[in-house]
């Protein structure tokens, strides 16, 4: 989550919807599950010294990727893999030509056909599910 992002960039385990008089009952409002937690795992704490940076995903941007690799290259994700190939991306655009960049697919679309890949459920929370032509059109969108 943000939190934990934060906690990488910049060393403090923090995100805006904490902030103090906007704390609300659910503190999770993400479509991946198990991103939006804010609290320092053991197993994230083992590896936190030897990350470079973290990269924060909306959920609409991992809603797009998700259908743009269905439609262009017929993978069926679900919503980590998608958040994954975002920060691959934004990645590879910051870098540029002439790296290489890995991604793990963590998750197939499977688990989540009623929220992720329901195209009623993503339009009533605002989120388009238009397949970008190229990656180069989705990631003038980052």
């Not at 934060?6 to 385990?13: A, E, K, P, S």
């Not at 503190?27 to 990269?55: S, Y």
């Not at 590879?92 to 697919?105: D, F, K, N, Y």
């Amino acid at each position: 989550g943000s939190g934990l992002a934060n906690r990488v960039n910049h060393g403090v385990l923090f995100a805006a919807t904490e902030r103090e008089g906007t704390r609300r009952r659910q503190q999770v409002d993400t479509l991946v599950e198990g991103i939006g937690l804010n609290r320092l795992t053991r197993n994230f704490a083992r590896v936190a010294p030897v990350l470079d940076g973290a990269i924060s995903v909306s959920d609409a941007d991992a809603v797009r990727m998700a259908r743009w690799l269905m439609a262009k290259d017929g993978l069926f994700v679900g919503s980590s893999a998608a958040v994954n190939c975002v920060a691959a991306l934004s990645i590879a655009r910051s870098l540029g030509p002439g790296h290489t960049i890995v991604t793990i697919l963590a998750d197939s679309g499977h688990r989540h056909l009623t929220k992720f890949w329901n195209d009623d459920a993503m339009a009533r929370i605002g989120h388009s599910t238009a397949v970008p032509e190229s990656l180069d059109e989705f990631a003038q969108l980052l």
